[in-house]
């Protein structure tokens, strides 16, 4: 719903709705120096601790195990306050496997899931000392050089990340993403990527 004011009527006939109201877009463009897009290049942009602070986890501790089915991996966060669809960053279990940016699925206000892709599976429960942080986009440019998603934010968000293309000439250098995603206006900016040829 955006724009929205007043009463929603919905018949759910016994699914799960879900209401989304007022949703900003965060959206990042990899170009090279000239400005020319850049197709396939992996955007990386996640929260960190800076102002303004923001709602999203950064680096909180958590700790892993393994469900049922066995191949999910089940987080135990308190009071982590995502969403299922929403991104994190896995870092410092010392199982690799469990590590990495990961699409999530909410079981409860403290606990989320997603799944495991190695085989064979890695050890539980995970070791280490174990962080997430919410990652607001993560993914490969269309021929636009763009990838976007969207999401409500609560208040606004501080951000870091890269725009990076190593697989695949022509190979580019590390473009920087640095900003917040305003809560009511969104994130739009452009990581700018020199040839690494």
């Known amino acids: 719903l955006v724009n929205f004011s007043g009463n929603a009527t919905y018949k759910s006939d016994g699914a799960t709705i879900s209401l ?3 949703p900003v ?3 990042a463009t990899a170009t090279t120096t000239d400005g020319t897009p850049i197709e ?3 955007v990386l942009l996640k929260a960190i601790s800076s102002s ?3 709602p999203f986890p950064v680096s909180e501790s958590v700790t892993i195990t393994r469900g049922s ?6 987080v135990s966060h308190t009071g982590h306050g995502l969403a299922s669809n929403d ?5 410092g279990a010392n199982q690799a496997e469990y590590n990495g940016v990961k699409t999530i699925t909410v079981i409860d206000t403290n ?4 799944t495991l892709t190695s085989s064979p599976l890695p050890a539980t429960p995970a070791t280490g000392t174990i962080t997430s942080t919410f990652a607001a986009l993560y993914g490969l440019t269309d021929v636009n050089g763009e990838v976007s998603t969207s999401r409500v934010y609560p208040a606004d968000q501080a951000v870091t990340g890269w725009g990076r293309k190593m697989s695949g000439t022509p190979y580019y250098k590390e473009g920087v ?7 009511t206006n969104g994130y739009d900016k452009s990581a700018v990527m020199a040839l690494d040829e």
């Open 20 to 22: 989304i109201v007022d």
């Open 25 to 27: 877009t965060v959206k």
């Open 40 to 42: 396939n290049a992996l």
């Open 52 to 54: 303004p602070e923001g």
């Open 69 to 74: 089915p066995e191949n999910e991996a089940i």
């Open 87 to 91: 991104k994190v960053v896995i870092e």
């Open 111 to 114: 606990s989320y899931s997603y």
């Open 177 to 183: 993403l640095t900003g917040s995603v305003s809560s």
